[in-house]
Nanobody, 119 residues
Framework: QVQLVESGGGLVQAGGSLGLSCAASGSFFIINVMGWYRQAPGKQRELVATITTGGDTIYADSVKGRFTISSDNAKNTVYLQMNNLKPEDTAVYYC?????????????WGQGTQVTVSS
């Protein structure tokens, strides 16, 4: 099983910046994709950004040009730098890791961290 520990988040004014990080740990697993999702009150969880171990990235249209996802494969850690934050970015942000061990695939989630952007 893969364990994820998230850090970062908090309260910031509109136009401000925040950073999130998520470290994965576990035995004998290979990570394929790491990413961030978010869920605002009353809404479904949505993709924010993902990154493969090869460095290919995908961003939600709503965050393109403002958020940057990156990773340190040696540390099994994924980061999300969020700039020019808007009130509509307020949500619980969840780290996600898709990994495998032998022939078994895993889809692991972090505990979530609150990001609140005030207007």
């Amino acid at each position: 099983q893969v364990q994820l520990v998230e850090s970062g988040g908090g309260l910031v004014q509109a136009g401000g910046s925040l950073g999130l990080s998520c470290a994965a740990s576990g035995s004998f697993f290979i990570i394929n994709v790491m990413g961030w999702y978010r869920q605002a009150p009353g809404k479904q969880r949505e993709l924010v950004a993902t990154i493969t171990t090869g460095g290919d990235t995908i961003y939600a249209d709503s965050v393109k040009g403002r958020f940057t996802i990156s990773s340190d494969n040696a540390k099994n850690t994924v980061y999300l730098q969020m700039n020019n934050l808007k009130p509509e970015d307020t949500a619980v942000y969840y780290c996600n890791v898709q990994s495998r061990r032998s022939t078994t695939s895993y889809d692991s989630w972090g505990q979530g961290t609150q990001v609140t952007v005030s207007s």
